[in-house]
């Protein structure tokens, strides 16, 4: 257990949140959304929505602040302004995320003057966010639960997103004046939790990412919904859908597809949004290649559906980036009973996982070679064991329900 809610009150505290429809956001209004079904009074402080297309969305441009109360009282959000650039950099990064923490914090000190709300989930990245929950501890008293998405100081230092030694050493201080003053840590994966351990001498708690399966599950003949997408019944799809940054190789397709393109039933199809996918876009046109297509991020009424009609999924990432970030589309794959192709370093979390559980096709992170040569095999033979086994553990051991009722007390 890593939340008492018994009191019926809790904050959270994120940059990411609905109506987003990717990456941590996801998981934060799946818990919320939950919270408020199980009659929890929750006040959300977050941004407004902006991932993973780098842009406000509508119709939430044009405010500064924006307060929503919704399910009869028992959830409030306030909305926080923020600098959103079109490109994130590591230096534009930093201003985003800053001046989310300055505005988000103006909430807090008015938070301050109401009644006393006891629990606070703090969803890090950004990490720096503990420090507003501290603030508003120190005065309101409190527990706060530090939740780690994403190593994120360990991860900028490794692919080299921020270079300023002196900068990444100010972060580390930082965080582990956080460790220090939060009541407890939790994260989502194994190794993650290993070096958290290390970093913040505490205990710390394994809160794993989860699927609904209720909303996504195997659809028999989900060849035969193409058309809505256009292509055919024969086409062979390999997808990426999800989000595209610094830690996914993407460039990876340019290749691919090239070699590939003398057959006409391979489709490679990426539905993402934001600079890296137009960036992407960009660069297909410019060379001429036509068995890319690209598709925006789809909506969650035909997400299910929309991920049910591709042969082969591609989980994408950089070396060095495999142990520091469990990759949520994964989730979603198995529980379709999905074929993925992931990229990940052996010794890592996420090999062993797929490995031992023989939950997808493994190899090397950027292998293109390798890559090349595996998609043909996975388009070519039966996969169905493999395909079985994710839908199983999905059902098993990523159940959202399953994962809620363990780690929060309700009643």
Not at 28 to 37: A, F, G, N, Q, R
Not at 380 to 403: G, M, P, V
Request: charged share 20%.
């Amino acid at each position: 257990m890593i939340l008492d809610t018994r009191k019926k009150e809790l904050i959270v505290y994120g940059i990411n949140f609905a109506p987003e429809l990717t990456g941590i956001g996801k998981y934060t209004s799946d818990m919320v959304d939950w919270l408020v079904e199980n009659k929890v009074k929750c006040t959300v402080v977050t941004s407004f929505p902006y991932y993973p297309y780098w842009q406000i969305q509508k119709p939430y441009r044009g405010f500064f602040y924006k307060k929503e109360v919704n399910n009869n009282g028992l959830l409030t959000i306030y909305r926080c302004p923020m600098y959103v650039p079109k490109k994130a950099s590591g230096f534009k990064r930093i201003l985003h995320e800053a001046s989310f923490l300055l505005s988000s914090f103006f909430v807090f000190f008015l938070l301050i003057f109401k009644p006393k709300i006891s629990n606070i989930f703090c969803v890090a990245p950004p990490f720096h966010l503990g420090l507003v929950a501290i603030f508003y501890k120190f005065f309101k008293g409190g527990t706060i639960t530090y939740h780690v998405q994403d190593l994120q100081i360990e991860a900028a230092k490794k692919l080299n997103m921020v270079k300023g030694k002196m900068l990444l050493a100010i972060f580390s201080k930082i965080e582990l004046y956080i460790f220090k003053n939060v009541d407890e840590i939790s994260s989502i994966s194994k190794n993650m939790i290993s070096k958290l351990i290390h970093q913040s001498n505490k205990n710390v708690t394994f809160f794993p990412n989860w699927v609904d399966n209720k909303s996504f599950y195997p659809i028999e003949n989900s060849n035969l919904n193409r058309e809505k997408w256009g292509f055919s019944e024969k086409d062979k799809i390999v997808l990426y859908s999800g989000s595209i940054g610094e830690k996914q190789g993407l460039n990876q397709l340019i290749e691919l597809a090239q070699f590939h393109k003398f057959n006409t039933q391979i489709k490679f199809l990426v539905a993402s949004s934001g600079s890296y996918s137009i960036k992407l876009q960009r660069e297909v046109n410019e060379l001429n290649i036509t068995n890319i297509y690209f598709l925006p991020l789809q909506p969650n009424e035909v997400f299910n559906e929309f991920l049910n009609i591709a042969d082969v999924h591609l989980i994408l990432q950089k070396k060095n980036a495999a142990d520091l970030v469990m990759p949520s589309k994964l989730t979603t794959i198995m529980a379709i009973g999905g074929l993925a192709i992931v990229s990940c370093e052996k010794g890592t979390e996420l090999y062993e996982l797929v490995n031992d559980n023989k939950l997808g096709i493994l190899v090397e992170p950027e292998n293109t070679d390798e890559l090349k040569y595996t998609i043909e095999k996975t388009l070519n033979n039966n996969y169905n064991e493999t395909r079985l086994n994710a839908r199983n553990f999905a059902l098993n051991s990523l159940d959202k329900e399953i994962i809620l009722n363990k780690f929060i007390k309700i009643t």
